[in-house]
């Protein structure tokens, strides 16, 4: 028989290791000394252990060893267990790809003088009922002035309706030239037909979107290319619509907190 020491080196694992197989009831000793605990092991046994080792490497769980060694599985639920396997390998691969890429524009904004005060984050958000009025523009530059007719007409509304204001504001923005632009309330989900041209509806969430906060002084152009650049740099494809996320404006305007989204594409 061979100790564990040996079976260790020629398995190329490590006592402990072994000492878990054991534990586990994947690669039991032959013989446990009753007196020190030692492991002995038949060297036939090392044949199994060859084939945890394989399959470890290949990326089997280790219970999936289990069945496969002791429950004779069919050879389709060894390849669906490998094509499994295969699937999450490739998508651990994509996650690393894409968080380099987000290293590496990371880097390129730390070489801007000065370095940008904008870190982009991807996240997803929920869906929520709002009240909103939504109306075409010829560009950017009409922003301003739309802004200035809709959210009055919103607050009346709600005024009229007896619903209280439920900060965020939320702007969207779909297109470039024209753009929809869209001003939304958050209301209770019980609104209906508010009227004076407003819809009452749930604005769906975003599955992914590339995010950044800007804090006073609103450096809009900053902000946006910010979050451009790094679009670019990472190699994600915006689906073209953009929101404004009010997330506190009610003190002055140099207080004022708000987060930018751009809505991104799902991974392929």
């Given at each position: ?42 060297p036939d046994q090392l044949h199994r252990l060859h084939r945890i ?126 753009i929809a632009l869209t001003a939304a309330l958050p209301v209770p ?55 404004e996320i009010y997330l506190d404006c009610d003190g002055p305007r ?15």
């Amino acid at each position: 028989m061979l100790g564990i020491g040996a079976v260790a080196r020629l398995g190329g694992v490590s006592v402990r290791t072994l000492r878990y197989y054991d534990e586990i009831g994947l690669l039991r000793p032959m013989w446990t000394d009753p007196n020190t605990g030692y492991r002995w092991y038949e060297p036939d046994q090392l044949h199994r252990l060859h084939r945890i080792v394989a399959m470890r490497d290949l990326g089997v769980r280790l219970v999936d060893i289990g069945r496969l060694l002791d429950d004779d599985l069919s050879v389709d639920e060894l390849r669906g267990i490998l094509l499994l396997r295969r699937a999450e390998a490739h998508d651990r691969m994509a996650a690393e790809a894409a968080r380099l890429a987000r290293v590496e524009a990371r880097l390129d904004q730390m070489k801007e003088e000065p370095m940008t005060d904008y870190d982009v984050v991807v996240k997803r958000t929920d869906p929520q009922w709002v009240v909103a009025i939504t109306e075409t523009i010829g560009g950017v530059d009409e922003v301003g002035d739309a802004q200035g007719r809709l959210w009055p007409r919103l607050h009346a509304i709600l005024d009229r309706l007896g619903v209280d204001f439920r900060p965020p504001s939320i702007e969207v923005e779909r297109g470039t030239g024209p753009i929809a632009l869209t001003a939304a309330l958050p209301v209770p989900d019980d609104v209906r037909d508010p009227g004076d041209g407003a819809e009452a509806f749930e604005l769906p969430g975003l599955e992914r979107a590339a995010t950044t906060v800007m804090r006073g002084g609103f450096d809009y152009h900053g902000a946006y290319q910010a979050v451009r650049d790094w679009i670019v740099q990472t190699g994600e494809r915006p689906t073209g619509e953009s929101r404004e996320i009010y997330l506190d404006c009610d003190g002055p305007r140099e207080t004022w907190v708000v987060e930018i989204e751009f809505a991104l594409e799902p991974r392929p």
